[in-house]
């Protein structure tokens, strides 16, 4: 919503389908790349409330996976106290902030980052060249 009503210079992105949707108004630069780890635990799923989940369900769903999302979790920490299985960004296991025991990565979720300014803000360009250089999401 903030996007959609200028209150922001710029917004990074790893909800590739979001990226996506909002092609035609929005010209976004990649600053990196990040993919899906799954933890299987039955077809109960915690979904966390942000980033490309969104991708993995629907990749479920296309594979007529049976699933059930029972609950929406806002602390990603938590999902390493869930029984649940779930889905999570490479990207928060690298910093530790998800141990995600058991979890395998899914190559079929790799997806870009993408950084998507959203003013004419003259500080925008040095904004997404650092966040590039940052390695914050690294390709590969």
């Not at 004419?120 to 250089?133: C, K, L, M, N």
Request: a negative charge.
């Amino acid at each position: 919503r903030m996007m959609d009503e200028v209150r922001l210079d710029c917004v990074v992105l790893d909800d590739a389908l979001y990226a996506m949707e909002r092609a035609d108004m929005f010209e976004g630069t990649e600053v990196g790349a990040d993919v899906l780890l799954h933890r299987p635990c039955g077809p109960d799923y915690a979904r966390l409330a942000f980033g490309a989940q969104r991708l993995a369900f629907r990749y479920l769903e296309q594979k007529r996976v049976e699933h059930r999302v029972v609950c929406t979790v806002f602390e990603p920490a938590v999902l390493d106290a869930t029984d649940l299985s779930y889905f999570v960004n490479r990207s928060l296991v690298r910093r530790g902030i998800v141990r995600a025991s058991g979890a395998r990565e899914q190559r079929w979720s790799a997806h870009s980052v993408m950084a998507i300014p959203c003013s004419e803000s003259t500080e925008v360009d040095g904004f997404i060249d650092g966040a590039r250089r940052a390695g914050l999401y690294p390709k590969g």
